[in-house]
């Protein structure tokens, strides 16, 4: 491989990963700009998926991604960074990061909310050194494209995802794998 190949592939391999970090800068304006992004996602939520009021009303505490980017070539990676509200008001913050290798190729950005639908859960995951999104995980999905699901069984389990607002070239977005960390904005 010639030195000028060399630095083409080193460009595009390394492109996804200046597109994760378009959107999404780490220290930002800290905890002001966490909370502003976070009121906008969960006015979206509610105004696309109006569902999700009668889960948060359950919900002992909600866990808003308001920005996720995500982006690979061969090796992928993503990060977002959210706040966990209890009542409605912020307790703490978190980042939300992931890695993957394989047959991948493009970004995308969604944001995606995490309900903690009983005490233990919620006490689980603010204790934890740093919990893992797991298969264990329900996700809460749109029916035939317009509305959520929100049965008897689905408000019983300990936690449940929401994913919206994608965009971007890679179709789907998953949470299995992804690692949360409280942050210091």
């Avoid at 994760?20 to 906008?40: H, K, L, Y």
């Avoid at 991948?104 to 969604?110: A, E, M, N, R």
Wanted: proline share 5%.
């Amino acid at each position: 491989m010639t030195a000028f190949s060399r630095r083409r592939f080193l460009a595009a391999a390394s492109a996804p990963l200046a597109l994760a970090a378009c959107g999404n800068p780490v220290g930002g304006n800290g905890g002001q700009r966490i909370d502003a992004r976070t009121d906008a996602a969960f006015n979206f939520m509610y105004d696309t998926l109006p569902e999700t009021q009668t889960l948060a009303s359950n919900a002992a505490g909600i866990l808003m991604m308001p920005v996720v980017t995500e982006a690979g070539f061969g090796i992928g990676g993503s990060y977002g960074r959210g706040a966990l509200r209890i009542d409605g008001v912020t307790v703490d913050y978190y980042s939300a990061a992931s890695a993957s290798i394989g047959l991948q190729i493009g970004g995308q950005q969604f944001s995606h909310a995490l309900f903690f639908m009983t005490q233990p859960a919620l006490r689980n995951f603010r204790t934890s050194p740093g919990w893992t999104a797991g298969a264990d995980l329900e996700y809460a999905l749109p029916s035939q494209g317009t509305a959520l699901t929100t049965d008897t069984t689905t408000l019983l389990t300990p936690v449940i995802a929401v994913v919206f607002g994608q965009s971007g070239l890679i179709a789907g977005a998953t949470l299995e794998g992804v690692k949360y960390n409280r942050i210091i904005p």
